[in-house]
Each structure stands twice: as C-alpha cells, then as structure tokens.
C-alpha cells in the first residue's frame, strides 16, 4: 500500500528555516502533483504549495516568497524549503496526493519562537 512519509520539521526561532521532505513509499506514484497542507487546532487544513506532474508550482498567498516546493524524482520526493518563518507557520504539516482517493501522510510538527 502506497503511503508519504514526512519529515524535517522542528523548532526554529522566527526568521529561521527548516526544509520538509514528503517521500513516496513506492516509485508507481513518483510524479505526481503533491500538495503540501498546514493545519492548527481547532481549524481546518490550509493550503501550503502545489507542484504539478510538470513542475508548475503554486503558493497559498501567505507564503508566497518564503516558502519553496520542489521534487527530486530520484529520490522519490518532494520538499517544502521553508525561510523567514514567523510564529503563524506553526502546525502540522501534511503532504498529499490524489490517486483516485485522497492520500495524506503522518504529517510533521512545525514550532516556529517568537
């Protein structure tokens, strides 16, 4: 069974940076468009970053600028370099794929001091 496996979040003082990486389980799924999401308590997922099948990247607009989506095919992943955090980055972070149903990984915490 294919899943995403998450990881490279932590605590960072504001200003800093941290880099994600959302690995795929099996190469059949390598390329496809990857999301990543961002949830708090309490609310729903936000809408981080995009990279399609292709390369074309999109940003949710609090983000635009400080935040990098890219792939590595031959590593079977996709990151989130992430710089100039501020303290309403935190949360957990969520890669997903569409692959008929939503496919959604462990997700990793993301704690950025004030």
């Known amino acids: 069974q294919v899943h995403l496996d998450e990881s490279g979040g932590g605590l960072v003082q504001a200003g800093g940076s941290l880099r994600l990486s959302c690995t795929y389980s099996?190469?059949?799924?390598?390329?496809?468009?990857t999301d990543w999401f961002r949830q708090v308590p309490g609310k729903g997922r936000e809408h981080v970053a995009t990279?399609?099948?292709?390369?074309?990247?999109m940003y949710g607009d609090s983000v635009k600028g400080r935040f990098t989506i890219s792939r590595d095919n031959a590593k079977n992943t996709v990151y989130l370099q992430m710089n100039d955090l501020k303290p309403e980055d935190t949360a957990i972070y969520y890669c997903?794929?569409?692959?008929?149903?939503?496919?959604w990984g462990q997700g990793t915490q993301v704690t950025v001091s004030s």
């Open positions: 997903h794929i569409w692959i008929g149903n939503d496919l």
């Open positions: 990279i399609t099948r292709n390369g074309f990247t």
């Open positions: 099996e190469r059949t799924v390598n390329g496809h468009a």
